[in-house]
């Protein structure tokens, strides 16, 4: 019997399904639910995102700072989950997410606005 390519699994099931790197880490991309805009990516250890599937506040793991920080917590430019996903092989993550405020830390909508001169 084949894996099914849609569908949803329950929270738990979702938590299985996630592989950690060897540092404990999962990149987190995070996706404007709204317009389909990549916000930016960032780090969930298990904690980062058992918190973020229980509270629906976006949490991630600082590896600068080995701390986990709620996104906007001193900014006020939070994240508030709309649908988590994982990719086939576990090791990915994407968030649709409502952005409140820029997602960048340099105040722009989205860390993702460099583009490559063609």
Not at 4 to 15: H, Q
Not at 94 to 99: C, G, R, S, W
Not at 101 to 118: E, W
Request: glycine share 8%; with cysteine; hydrophobic share 40%.
């Amino acid at each position: 019997m084949g894996i099914s390519v849609t569908g949803t699994i329950s929270r738990d099931e979702f938590l299985a399904a996630v592989s950690f790197d060897a540092n404990g880490l999962v990149p987190a991309i995070a996706q404007d639910a709204k317009n389909g805009d990549v916000l930016m990516m960032a780090w969930m250890n298990a904690e980062a995102l058992r918190i973020t599937l229980e509270t629906g506040e976006v949490t991630y793991w600082s590896r600068s700072r080995s701390k986990l920080w709620r996104k906007g917590e001193t900014s006020g430019h939070t994240q508030r989950l709309v649908a988590a996903y994982v990719d086939c092989d576990g090791d990915t993550l994407v968030f649709k997410v409502e952005q409140i405020g820029p997602a960048c830390h340099t105040g722009a909508p989205t860390c993702f606005f460099r583009k490559l001169q063609t």
